[in-house]
């Protein structure tokens, strides 16, 4: 097993633990704020990834297709938590 596949595993275990032995409606609180967390974090390291790519000179497009996502996609990856500007272009 990789590095990495022992970290998802950790997780994934951390998950079962968290709701261990929890009441229904507990279990659901806790997961859902869990949720929320990872989501946050992945969103802001996914970015900041996408970000790194665009600094170092590639397009909008080329993002797209490197990561086989849409150019509106990476736009709007780009643009999340951020104030809306004018004219942003496929640079």
Known sequence: MTDRAKEVQRVLDA???????EPPAS??????ELLGEVQARVRQERKQAVREMHDSGLTYRQIAAEL???FGRVR??????TEPTEGTADG
Do not use: P, Y
Request: charged content about 25%; cysteine-free.
């Open 76 to 81: 709007q990856i780009l643009a999340e938590d």
């Open 15 to 21: 998950i079962d633990a968290l709701a261990a032995n």
């Open 27 to 32: 279990r659901a609180r806790q997961l859902t």
């Open 68 to 70: 086989g996502i849409s």
